[in-house]
């Protein structure tokens, strides 16, 4: 069983930075890929980048050279740098993790955390 709980959200300005963080219970959360998803008001939940044990790393195209999702197996937490930010990245962002590889399908995931609110003001 893992247990994941996000943290790091809140508002921030266009052309800023947050880091979100994803803290996991579980002592073999090293062998667990995580990914990070975010959801818009009125809109699917939609894959954001994801991170394997290896690790590779993979982001979707709307973020790819503005995010970078990283893992600390020691104090078993996944980051997700977010640098400049826009408007549209405003959503709730969830992590998720699987003992499996890394996918873009949330179906895939096995564990979620609560969620955390991101906003980025124009």
């Known amino acids: 069983q893992v247990q994941l709980v996000e943290s790091g959200g809140g508002l921030a300005q266009a052309g800023g930075s947050l880091r979100l963080s994803c803290a996991a219970s579980g002592r073999t959360f090293s062998r667990y890929a995580v990914a990070w998803f975010r959801q818009a008001p009125g809109k699917e939940r939609e894959f954001v980048s994801a991170?394997?044990?290896?690790?590779?790393?993979f982001y979707d195209e709307s973020v790819k050279g503005r995010f970078t999702i990283s893992r600390d197996n020691a104090k078993n937490t996944v980051y997700l740098q977010m640098n400049s930010l826009k408007p549209e990245d405003t959503a709730v962002y969830y992590c998720?993790?699987?003992?499996?590889?890394?996918?873009?399908?949330?179906?895939?995931?096995?564990?979620w955390g609560q969620g955390t609110q991101v906003t980025v003001s124009s």
């Open positions: 998720a993790a699987a003992p499996g590889g890394s996918s873009r399908n949330p179906d895939n995931y096995d564990y």
């Open positions: 991170i394997s044990w290896s690790p590779i790393t």
